[in-house]
């Protein structure tokens, strides 16, 4: 592998343009492609075979009307107004008229004229009178009213008992990700055009999002702070702009070809913003670690930049081939699963590590071909040989006295290294799993607003209420009023149903929809209580009166969510772990190293869950990050973290201990070869610690719940896993194994192939040329005064 990758680093540092006119052919492509087919993203979360999702295709075969996305507009009178005084009333009238009348809005008065045409023979009408009787009136002082028009009801508007809150819920006729672009904006505007004839304030609620910006103010502050980290590190703007300029190729080629097919494919905006994220990270750090380890073979063995590079990538090039394998895999762990969303996202962020690693590999020596020996400044080469001449070397002398201290203290650092993970892991035990409501949202954003006001103007349960689907259990045959009835009876009667009423119904009247209105809010535990209360309880009124009843809604289908992710999570571990195994058995050839590297990933997925639990739902420390919501852990968010992080975290772990187990090759004793390992690798590795930390913490800046979350998990997670346990527990391990780290069975050791990702196979092949540049070169000389 080694000689294979030097070849071809040498091959691209010596044909750039080759290469570099090769890469540019297949960005071309892919912003053609792009401009010929436009991005379509979905937002929904839908996971085949639960329960909620089978009612909701059931509904999108028999009332197609009722399968498009829903729609939530809250109107607040003005202070000391009503809805019903007059010019209040007319705006709101508008209002309602300019959204029923917009493009893509299902108009439901139309159908109602229809049905009412019909008289005593309309199905809808006799169901809506049987639903009404049966439900009765509730005690509560605080029960909402239609809003009337001509003495008549208008349809999907209902008024608070106090009258100053109307609620307007309506549907497109697409999903809302499946809507030409702006209409859930225009249609949220021609109803303020109309409202403020009256004085009335219009609020969205969160279920009218359209899909969330993938790159924002946040995300560019993120690439910011790694520019700035990347120019420290190297300290030349070359070589610093180099990682750069891969990660964006990589992710313009990576996620901008997944964006081709995303008129042909799914493509969730969460699986884009996640190959995004990985992109970026990975494309900066992974690049770091090959030009840092092309400078270090300048500045401390003098060899040309040509040679150097090729040696580059035959090494460190050999390590990140197999660390983004490690990505690859736990991120194809998700597969296993069988859901089709997490597959999605397993495919599109694979495809982009794999897109950065080729880049690596073949674009970055193309590049420094271009760049030659301006790679070093001169003050760099300067300082090199003065470091050199006095015997200290270039080896970060922090990182060789932390390595020394962790060997000469390894017993309280070992003991330290996994308190600290395990105490930070505590509040996982209270985690609580759900999916993003407006409650989720920060305080004086629309959605957040337009859920306090429906919170205290009618109900929380009114920003989730549950969908009930009635059948026939004959084919063909239409409910009877009765069946309807009784089945609304005995949803009343369920412990926590605050109001039923009948939603819609299908033109042959065979299938109906109830809307239930749960006495509390989407993810609070009474709802999901009611939730399960209401599926046992339609398993017996479906026996008694011949009917099939499903269950579905914002609850349900969290509730399902994370039953089925809970379900598949010990799968997918089980998996990746033993398939990352085989690979860090073979990187390494020891046994202790990989079961250390996995015990620390565990004490790291903990940790980091446990944080985000205090975070994001006990609402710890949420002002250092601007948050004051507290909402559930994203019902994905686990199993997408624990893949993503373990690959993440091996990608350190092979930084590092490949650099020590190189030293003990090269014949240091196993305390000796830690601290060296340790040494060179580790100053490069708290800088690709930061530069990825920072890229994801810019993604908590997202007004987007569901990735501030993802983008907040992963940043603590490699805080956590670089520093804690890279940096600190699996050093002190080392030191305390001694040679026992790098024991492996005799037969194992026969039957094992010999990767050779310290390159001892390339040096042994080719040699390494003796000392080549004693001074600085005089292309660096010539460009002193244009590079830092």
């Given amino acids: 592998m080694s000689v294979l990758l030097y070849r071809l680093g040498r091959f691209a540092y010596g044909k750039p343009w080759y290469v570099i006119g090769g890469w540019l052919a297949v960005v071309a492509a892919v912003v053609g492609l792009l401009v010929a087919n436009p991005v379509r993203l979905s937002n929904e979360v839908r996971i085949d075979g639960t329960p909620s999702q089978q009612v909701m295709d059931e509904l999108a075969t028999s009332l197609p009307e009722a399968s498009g996305g829903q729609g939530m507009l809250v109107f607040k009178a003005p202070a000391g107004a009503r809805i019903d005084d007059t010019d209040v009333r007319s705006a709101l009238l508008a209002a309602v008229d300019a959204v029923y ?7 439901v008065r139309q159908a109602l004229a229809k049905e009412a045409a019909k008289g005593e023979n309309s199905p809808l009408l006799r169901a809506q009178a049987a639903v009404a009787r049966a439900a009765g009136k509730t005690s509560s002082g605080k029960t909402p009213v239609p809003f009337r028009a001509e003495g008549r009801p208008v349809p999907g508007v209902i008024v608070s008992a106090d009258g100053s809150t109307a609620l307007m819920q309506f549907q497109f006729d697409e999903q809302t990700y499946e809507l030409p672009s702006g209409t859930v904006d225009s249609t949220v505007e021609a109803a303020e ?26 995300e560019t502050v993120g690439v910011a702070v790694a520019a700035i980290v990347l120019l420290v590190t190297l300290g030349s703007v070359a070589a610093a702009g180099l990682p750069l300029v891969i990660a964006l190729v990589g992710v313009t080629v990576g996620v901008g070809g997944a964006f081709t097919l995303s008129t042909v494919f799914e493509i969730h905006s969460l699986a884009a913003v996640l190959a995004l994220m990985l992109g970026l990270a990975v494309g900066i750090d992974y690049a770091l670690f090959i030009v840092n380890r092309e400078r270090s073979l300048i500045l401390e063995h003098g060899l040309d930049a040509h040679e150097a590079t090729g040696r580059a990538t035959g090494t460190a090039g050999s390590a990140v081939f197999f660390a983004g394998s490690t990505v690859v895999i736990a991120l194809a762990g998700l597969l296993v699963v069988g859901i089709g969303l997490l597959s999605t996202m397993a495919v599109v962020a694979a495809a982009t590590i794999v897109v950065t690693v080729s880049l690596v590999l073949t674009l970055l020596p193309a590049l420094l071909g271009l760049v030659r020996e301006r790679i070093c400044s001169p003050r760099t080469r300067r300082r090199a040989q003065l470091r050199a001449a006095t015997g200290d070397g270039v080896a970060d002398t922090r990182t060789a006295r932390w390595a020394a201290g962790l060997v000469r203290y390894r017993y309280p650092a070992l003991v330290a290294a996994f308190l600290i993970p395990a105490v930070l892991a505590v509040p996982a035990a209270d985690m609580r799993m759900g999916l993003p409501s407006g409650a989720s949202y920060n305080s004086g954003t629309p959605q957040r607003q337009s859920y306090d006001l429906v919170n205290d103007a009618f109900g929380p349960g009114y920003n989730g209420p549950l969908m009930i689907a009635v059948k026939s259990a004959v084919r063909g045959r239409p409910l009877s009023a009765a069946a309807l009835a009784a089945v609304t009876a005995d949803l009343s009667d369920v412990k926590g149903t605050k109001a039923v009423s009948l939603a819609g119904m299908s033109s042959t009247g065979t299938t109906a929809v109830l809307t239930l209105v749960p006495g509390g809010g989407p993810n609070d535990d009474s709802t999901k209580a009611l939730v399960t209360a209401v599926r046992d309880e339609s398993a017996r009124t479906a026996a008694a009166h011949g009917v099939v009843v499903g269950t579905t809604g914002f609850t349900a289908l969290a509730i399902d969510v994370s039953d089925r992710l809970a379900d598949v999570l010990p799968l997918y571990v089980a998996t990746v772990l033993g398939l990352s195994l085989v690979v860090l058995l073979l990187v390494f050839r020891s046994v202790m190293v990989p079961v250390t590297a996995t015990i620390g990933f565990l004490l790291t997925i903990t940790a980091t869950l446990g944080v985000t639990t205090a975070v994001f739902e006990w609402g710890w420390l949420q002002q250092l990050i601007g948050l004051d919501a507290t909402a559930p852990v994203v019902s994905l968010l686990p199993i997408i973290v624990t893949g993503v992080l373990y690959g993440l975290a091996m990608d350190y772990q092979m930084f590092l201990v490949t650099s020590m187990r190189e030293a003990h090759l090269h014949g240091d004793s196993p305390s000796a070869a830690t601290v060296a390992g340790f040494a060179r690798a580790g100053s490069v590795v708290v800088a690709a610690a930061t530069i990825m930390v920072s890229v994801f913490a810019g993604f908590v800046l997202n007004a987007q719940p569901m990735v501030k979350q993802a983008g907040f998990a992963l940043a603590v997670g490699i805080l956590i896993d670089a520093f804690v346990i ?13 040679e026992k780290a790098w024991w492996l069975p005799a037969r194992l050791d026969r039957l094992l192939p010999d990767l050779d990702v310290e390159g001892e196979q390339l040096a ?23 590079t830092g």
Avoid: C, W, Y
């Fill in 193 to 218: 055009r109309q409202a403020a004839r009256g004085g009335l304030d219009v609020l969205p609620s969160a279920s009218m999002m359209e899909i969330p910006e993938v790159i924002g103010a946040g």
């Fill in 101 to 107: 009348g917009h493009d893509h809005v299902v108009d």
């Fill in 726 to 738: 890279r940096m600190t527990f699996i050093p002190a391990t080392m030191a305390l194994a001694q």
């Fill in 764 to 786: 042994r092949k080719i040699p390494q040329p003796r000392r080549a540049v004693e001074h600085p070169h005089p292309a660096a000389a010539q460009n002193a005064n244009t």
